[in-house]
T-cell receptor
Framework: GQQLNQSPQSMFIQEGEDVSMNCTSS?????WLWYKQEPGEGPVLLIA?????ELTSNGRLTAQFGITRKDSFLNISASIPSDVGIYFC???????????FGKGTLLTVNP | DVKVTQSSRYLVKRTGEKVFLECVQD?????MFWYRQDPGLGLRLIYF???????EKGDIPEGYSVSREKKERFSLILESASTNQTSMYLC?????????????FGEGSRLTVL
């Protein structure tokens, strides 16, 4: 099935740095979701976006629904070691039940 | 909080065995999903169900079947397990019709087939 283009594939940063990642597609989506997955666990929903241009925060995390509806961005400010994990984006089109997923961004934070 | 519970976190089975993976959600969600997750391949949809007794094939249904007799429970069945079905299996549930709603995942079931 189709997958979203998520970048970067991995990031290695120092504690305290800000992080940005994004997902792009050639298709329009109605909903964008961002997840975090830690080793051996299921993905946990971080932020849900429903409107083009919407900017939503959850603590140090901020995500945006792109104006074109073909992309979304996730920023993490002042990273800490527990931010380590894989971050996934997922999109949902208007007529679908099934989500389309990115392959994930592996984030490593060096204390 | 939404809770999606998968019956087994870790299973080890032998080739040819029948395997049942159970999933229960407690938020009265209409839609339920089974994914498998493999390194480099991401999340791939096996089957989903948008209502009780309804099921739809996902992207990789071969070798799997599902059952949804009650709204809260969605079972994944491997009729005859094979080594290439060694994977992390993730159940998820969602409310709402097409194009809406947030998807919530269980903790995952790590299956090893010897």
């Amino acid at each position: 099935g189709q997958q979203l283009n998520q970048s970067p594939q991995s990031m290695f940063i120092q504690e305290g740095e800000d992080v940005s990642m994004n997902c792009t597609s050639s298709s329009i989506f109605n909903t964008w979701l961002w997840y975090k997955q830690e080793p051996g666990e299921g993905p946990v929903l971080l932020i849900a976006l429903y409107k083009a241009g919407e900017l939503t925060s959850n603590g140090r995390l901020t995500a945006q629904f792109g104006i074109t509806r073909k992309d979304s961005f996730l920023n993490i400010s002042a990273s800490i070691p527990s931010d380590v994990g894989i971050y996934f984006c997922a999109g949902l089109k208007g007529s679908n039940y099934k989500l389309t997923f990115g392959k994930g961004t592996l984030l490593t934070v060096n204390p | 909080d939404v809770k999606v519970t998968q019956s087994s976190r870790y299973l080890v089975k032998r080739t040819g065995e029948k395997v049942f993976l159970e999933c229960v959600q407690d938020m009265d969600h209409e839609n339920m999903f089974w994914y498998r997750q493999d390194p480099g391949l991401g999340l791939r949809l096996i089957y989903f169900s948008y209502d009780v007794k309804m099921k739809e094939k996902g992207d990789i249904p071969e070798g799997y079947s599902v059952s949804r007799e009650k709204k809260e429970r969605f079972s994944l069945i491997l009729e005859s397990a094979s080594t290439n079905q060694t994977s992390m299996y993730l159940c998820a549930s969602r409310t709402g019709g097409p194009g809406t709603g947030e998807l919530f995942f269980g903790e995952g079931s790590r299956l090893t087939v010897l």
